[in-house]
């Protein structure tokens, strides 16, 4: 399984789309910092000054980990179906190696590299704030809680992927993983709207309405948690150890937390797929 992980690995650097993303990501980082830049030249001392700042960051933030999301789907939406469909499987199944362990393989070397990518996006977001002069202090253990829930969301969806990738198509597999990504967004939104009208009491469709939004955003982070991952993320790099907190509402914000038990749901999530997947695939007829 080894060397599955490690030939995963050399195979996704050689990969056009992991170029394309890259020279994506460098331009986005860009225009983020030329933002940034033109945001500090003003005054900033003000307490809406600095909760500003911190919307900007939760914005930078979350369009890095969807740039991450592209990342994963355009390199591992095929790691299984597509070496099926063009008859390299046969070649790597005729060496000594499980069908299971080359699912895991591909898990593992694939999480590997995107695990790099998506901590040098964090920390880039993060860095371009304090470096521009961001009034938001950040204590060394908010930034390490916050790459570790910033890693977390994209080694999650590539866990459906990969397993998505074993049983159907390569096209099934991206419409799989496109529309999952979707829906869990789109739930997430609607749970931070629902808090937003519970929390503000603003009953034009009454506080049942916002409960029912919450409840949807729920079932949506079963289908894929990638959200909460995302909301649990800013609280983490945005609460101090001494309570205070810089966390804002809004799109980019997390109001709504998930709870201990959504995040051991998240790591039988993750297991049931690899297992589901790997069983399939060592019974799929090839």
């Known amino acids: 399984?080894?060397?599955?992980?490690?030939?995963?690995?050399?195979?996704?650097?050689?990969?056009?789309?992991?170029?394309?993303v890259s020279l994506l990501s460098l331009l986005y980082l860009s225009i983020y910092t030329f933002g940034l830049s033109k945001i500090f030249e003003r005054p900033n001392d003000s307490i809406y000054d600095i909760i500003f700042q911190s919307q900007i960051l939760?914005?930078?933030?979350?369009?890095?980990?969807?740039?991450?999301?592209?990342?994963?789907?355009?390199?591992?939406?095929?790691?299984i179906s597509g070496e099926i469909e063009n008859g390299t499987i046969y070649?790597?199944?005729?060496?000594?190696?499980?069908?299971?362990?080359?699912?895991?393989?591909?898990?593992?070397?694939?999480?590997?590299?995107?695990?790099?990518?998506?901590?040098?996006?964090?920390?880039?977001?993060?860095?371009?704030?304090i470096f521009m002069g961001s009034k938001i202090t950040f204590e060394a253990s908010n930034i390490l809680r916050g790459?570790?829930?910033?890693?977390?969301?994209?080694?999650?969806?590539?866990?459906?992927?990969?397993?998505?990738?074993?049983?159907?198509?390569?096209?099934?597999?991206?419409i799989i993983a496109i529309m999952a990504y979707g829906i869990a967004l789109v739930g997430g939104v609607l749970e931070q709207i629902g808090s937003a009208m519970q929390q503000s009491q603003v009953s034009a469709f009454g506080l049942k309405s916002g409960e029912s939004l919450i409840n949807a955003g729920i079932l949506t982070s079963l289908i894929l948690p990638t959200d909460v991952i995302y909301r649990k993320m800013t609280a983490e790099l945005l609460t101090q150890s001494s309570g205070i907190s810089f966390m804002t509402q809004g799109l980019f914000g997390g109001m709504s937390q998930?709870?201990?038990?959504?995040?051991?749901?998240?790591?039988?999530?993750?297991?049931?797929?690899?297992?589901?997947?790997?069983?399939?695939?060592?019974?799929r007829d090839l």
């Open 258 to 283: 998930p709870s201990i038990y959504m995040f051991i749901y998240i790591f039988f999530y993750v297991v049931f797929l690899l297992y589901y997947g790997a069983k399939r695939f060592s019974q």
């Open 58 to 79: 939760s914005a930078g933030l979350f369009f890095a980990n969807f740039i991450v999301a592209f990342l994963v789907v355009l390199t591992s939406v095929n790691a």
């Open 147 to 174: 790459l570790f829930f910033f890693d977390l969301g994209p080694i999650v969806f590539l866990a459906l992927i990969i397993a998505s990738s074993s049983i159907f198509s390569t096209v099934n597999t991206g």
């Open 91 to 129: 070649a790597v199944l005729s060496k000594p190696i499980k069908r299971y362990e080359l699912v895991l393989g591909k898990f593992i070397g694939l999480g590997a590299m995107i695990v790099i990518y998506s901590s040098i996006m964090f920390l880039s977001v993060v860095g371009l704030n």
């Open 1 to 20: 399984m080894i060397t599955i992980i490690k030939y995963t690995f050399k195979e996704m650097l050689k990969k056009r789309a992991f170029l394309l």
